[in-house]
Every structure is written in C-alpha cells, then in structure tokens.
Nanobody, 121 residues
Framework: QVQLVESGGGLVQAGGSLRLSCAAS????????MGWYRQAPGKKRELVAS???????NYVDSVKGRFTISRDNAKNTVYLQMNSLKPEDTAVYYC???????????????WGQGTQVTVSS
C-alpha cells in the first residue's frame, strides 16, 4: 500500500510563513504529478499548486508570487512554502500524488489525510 503523510500545518499570523511537507511511502516505483489542494469550510476543494516529475509547476492565481511548490524525487516528498499568508488562505491542505506502484503499469491517485492551516488577522 501507499501512504501520503503531511506535516507542517499550524496557526500563523497574517504575513507569516509556513512550510508544508508530504512524504509518500510504501510500494512505490515512481511518482508522476504531485500537488497540494485546500478546502475551506463551506467551499469546494481547490488545487493550490502542482508539480510534475520533471519540475514543471502550476499555481492557482490567488497564491502566485506567495507560494512555492517543490519536490525531492529521491525522498518521494513534496513541499509547499507559503509566504505572506492571508486569512483567506485558512483551510485544510491536502497532498495528492499519482503513484506508480511496484508491479503496476498504470498510476493510482492518492490523498493525504490533510493538515490544518489557520491564518489569523
């Protein structure tokens, strides 16, 4: 089985920074795209940022210039550096990855359990 475990959430004042990490473990051959989603109370889950295995990145407009996604392929880990945080960034942040498991030739999509980010004004 494959697990995604997130860490790094917490409470921060507006203008502050947090760094989220998500480590994938288990029977992994390789990982394609990895990404971070968030879901605020009463809102739909939205894609915040994604990164391909080759390092190409994509961001939702509201975080461009403030958030940076990166990955360490050797550690099967993706990061989200969040700077200049705003109260509207408050949400549960979820890690997502397309994983090729050992012995399989199609990718499976996995989610982490989520980590709370709260930005106070």
């Amino acid at each position: 089985q494959v697990q995604l475990v997130e860490s790094g959430g917490g409470l921060v004042q507006a203008g502050g920074s947090l760094r989220l990490s998500c480590a994938a473990s288990g029977s992994i051959s390789s990982i394609n795209a990895m990404g971070w989603y968030r879901q605020a109370p009463g809102k739909k889950r939205e894609l915040v940022a994604s990164i391909t295995s080759g390092g190409a990145t994509n961001y939702v407009d509201s975080v461009k210039g403030r958030f940076t996604i990166s990955r360490d392929n050797a550690k099967n880990t993706v990061y989200l550096q969040m700077n200049s945080l705003k109260p509207e960034d408050t949400a549960v942040y979820y890690c997502n990855a397309d994983v090729y498991k050992l012995g399989y030739n199609i990718p499976y999509n996995y989610w982490g359990q989520g980590t709370q980010v709260t930005v106070s004004s």
